[in-house]
């Protein structure tokens, strides 16, 4: 199974490298790029993206959290639009929110410090597709902690807020003020819901640990609703672009946005949002333990995840968010690029997947030569 795409002779070991993870069925079906000042410098692929279709170009894939850091994206540019203050309370924007929650502001969301980490109620894949039920659900509940106060990676809340944010504020669901501001504008193969076109193009997820997580009685994260791959398969789930876990798209697409994301940093290019803007909402929020996540992970207060180890490349400027089961995306304004793996062999957990991070740690030694 050979590995096909843009990569010149320079880059030639980051090929050896994705080549052996299909040689060695580490990996059956994956995409890795990088872009730079809008040029693809590498952009491989292979594998399968169904059981009769090889892996192409325009094959997109669920990339579950990664998703975040896509919509976060959609927050700086209503950031830099002034149609959004993260100094402000939610129910600002949204009124029906301030139900036991008028303190949170628009940065504890985003930063995942609101303390509405979880669904308190039991609910099912199926209610995941009904954003409007969904919102209600989280105008009601009474949060976990005061806001600021701890942070909770809010795994599948998350979405819900931010997207209900843009809604309210844009008159526009996700998925049209992504394709209108982002898609159709920058050419980028990644939606938030499909088109009856996306169908010939996404890959089915494999489950390479077929045992997430641990029943638990407590409702945490993760847990509620359970996760189930065939539902994710499914053609309800395409459809429906669940914001915080159901982006769909190619790695080309993650790193060229990124890229430019980068560059408005490193060269106020304000392609998305202006340089003094950027800086102010990538400050770290307070450095604690994520209690979701039980790692100490460095949120911003725009929803992007700083460098930790190697995940995001050398530099500790770098930006970015990683998805479930290893596919990932970043901006590096050091170098001024947009680096994404993306994949459908899901392993589990939400830490750094070596198949994107020995890639990674290639591409940074061949920058150095």
Request: hydrophobic share 35%; glycine share 8%.
């Amino acid at each position: 199974m050979l590995v096909q795409g843009i990569c010149p002779p320079k880059f030639e070991e980051l090929k050896n490298i994705f080549q052996k993870y299909f040689d060695h069925n580490e990996e059956t079906g994956a995409n890795f790029s990088i872009v730079k000042n809008n040029e693809i410098l590498v952009n491989i692929f292979g594998g399968l993206k169904s059981k009769n279709s090889s892996w192409d170009e325009n094959t997109i894939v669920n990339t579950f959290s990664l998703s975040k850091g896509i919509y976060a994206s959609c927050i700086a540019k209503l950031i830099e639009e002034n149609e959004i203050d993260i100094e402000k309370k939610v129910s600002f924007y949204w009124p029906e929110f301030k139900i036991n929650k008028e303190k949170i502001l628009v940065k504890d969301i985003l930063s995942h410090q609101s303390g509405l980490f979880r669904f308190k109620e039991k609910i099912s894949n199926e209610d995941l597709l009904n954003f409007e039920k969904i919102t209600c659900i989280l105008e009601k509940q009474n949060p976990d902690h005061e806001p600021g106060e701890k942070t909770y990676y809010h795994a599948k809340t998350h979405g819900y807020l931010v997207e209900n944010l843009i809604r309210r504020i844009a008159k526009k669901s996700l998925k049209e003020f992504f394709y209108e501001n982002f898609s159709k504008k920058y050419d980028l193969n990644f939606n938030f819901g499909f088109e009856k076109n996306d169908f010939n193009n996404v890959s089915d997820l494999i489950e390479n640990s077929p045992e997430f997580e641990k029943i638990s009685q407590n409702f945490n994260a993760f847990n509620n609703p359970k996760h189930e791959m065939n539902f994710y398969n499914s053609k309800d789930w395409r459809l429906a672009g669940v914001s915080s876990m159901g982006g769909h798209g190619s790695a080309l697409a993650v790193a060229k946005l990124y890229d430019l994301l980068a560059n408005d940093l490193k060269f106020n290019n304000n392609k998305i949002i202006s340089q003094n803007k950027f800086k102010e909402i990538l400050k770290q929020s307070p450095s604690r333990l994520d209690e979701s996540l039980m790692l100490p992970i460095k949120w911003t207060y725009s929803g992007y995840i700083l460098r930790g180890g190697w995940m995001f490349g050398r530099n500790k400027e770098s930006f970015g968010h990683n998805g479930w089961g290893g596919s990932l995306g970043f901006g590096d304004p050091v170098e001024g690029i947009g680096i994404s793996y993306v994949t459908h062999k899901i392993n589990s957990g939400m830490g750094a997947d070596m198949r994107a991070v020995n890639l990674i740690k290639k591409a940074y030694e061949i920058f150095e030569k």
